[in-house]
């Protein structure tokens, strides 16, 4: 079945679409990862964190994590904490926990999923007995916080982004300093920043050539700046169409009219589980130079697909031994080099 474009995933774009809450439960403790330490660094509580919705207080290292947003999990995970809950996405992975994130799961159980219908699940988060809330790839209401707060001391998104416009770092050092593993979460990001620059660095072409992502449904969906997925492309050196922004809205992606297909017309478009026999016989993208010059990228196998909607220090590793060389294929500059989806 074809997913719906979301800040990753089809129910997700659906509850943003309705300003709904995707909610999780998280954390016990878990075996260290290769990055985290044993325990909390001294002196790292109390702890205030600022949010869209003011600052919340940590006295104490958690111990019961719920983790509101979408991928929360896996930064959780790259620190050595297992949750005891997560919220339904994907839902394609016992737990919520992607193939990417099986070895830092280890042998843990893996979490309960909590699903959200029209808000948050409020009682199942409370039957968990949580000690921190933490919605930070998400679009919580400051309502849907209050109320969490009460259950909790809950961080929500950050300020100054779209919903679900968090970066993977920002995420992964916010749920660091939450957790007492503040240094740990800074190695896990420079450990992932380096790959991510040393592939940048064997692919100068990438730099300045403008790329997008995208999907078909209803229409021609685009992601914007603030999607993580838009940001892996620039991460790597490549450039948004102009205007794409401003095209799409307040959101971290939109369909765009008609009249903006050419924002396809990119030195590569990366087309999640898309069809490209439809698309090509689309009068309005078919004729396209990206399609004629073979500068497209189909992601269509769906773990593969997954990997790539789920950005977080865990998957990124994945997406770059895969991804980067069917990029360097679409701006060749030769139409003849098949740009391959081939299995990892």
């Known amino acids: 079945m074809r997913r719906r474009p979301a800040p990753a995933a089809p129910a997700a ?15 016990c403790g878990a075996p260290a990862s290769e990055e985290g330490p044993a325990g909390p660094a001294d002196g790292a509580f109390p702890v205030e964190i600022e949010h869209e919705f003011g ?6 290292r958690p111990e019961r994590v719920v983790a509101v947003g979408l991928t929360e999990q896996d930064a959780l995970l790259a620190l ?18 992607g193939p990417w994130a099986e070895e830092a799961l280890g042998d843990a159980e893996p ?3 909590l699903h959200d219908e029209d808000g948050p699940p409020l009682e199942q988060i409370a ?3 949580p000690d921190l809330i933490l919605a930070l790839y998400a679009d919580l209401t400051e309502g849907q916080y209050d109320l969490l707060s009460r259950l909790a001391p809950t961080v929500a998104q950050p300020g100054g982004y779209r919903g679900y ?32 620059a040393a592939a940048r660095e064997e692919h100068p072409e990438f730099a300045g050539a403008t790329a997008v992502m995208a999907t078909d449904w209803d229409g021609y969906f685009v992601y914007g700046s603030e999607d993580p997925r838009s940001r892996l492309l620039t991460d790597l050196g490549f450039a948004l169409p102009d205007g794409l922004d401003a095209a799409i809205g307040d959101s971290f992606g939109a369909t765009l ?55 977080s220090p865990l998957s990124l590793p994945y997406q770059l031994e895969r991804l980067v060389p069917e990029l360097a294929a679409a701006v060749d500059g030769d139409p003849g080099t098949a740009v391959a989806d081939a299995a990892p």
């Open 13 to 27: 774009l659906r509850r943003a679409a309705a300003a709904a809450l995707v909610l999780a439960a998280a954390a």
């Open 55 to 60: 600052t919340t207080e940590i006295t104490a």
């Open 80 to 97: 050595g904490v297992v949750p005891v809950g997560t919220t339904e996405w994907l839902g394609a992975y016992p737990g919520e926990i």
């Open 111 to 113: 979490p309960t999923v």
């Open 127 to 129: 039957d968990l007995e």
């Open 165 to 196: 416009g968090i970066p993977w770092q920002e995420l992964t050092e916010t749920t660091g300093a939450a957790i007492g593993e503040p240094e740990a979460a800074e190695r896990v990001v420079a450990r992932v920043e380096g790959e991510i």
């Open 257 to 311: 009219s008609a009249e903006r297909t050419d924002m396809l017309d990119t030195d590569a478009v990366v087309w999640l589980d898309a069809d490209p026999e439809e698309l090509h016989a689309s009068d309005l993208y078919g004729g396209l130079d990206v399609v004629s010059e073979g500068r497209e990228v189909y992601v269509r196998d769906p773990d593969y697909s997954n990997f790539i909607s789920f950005v």
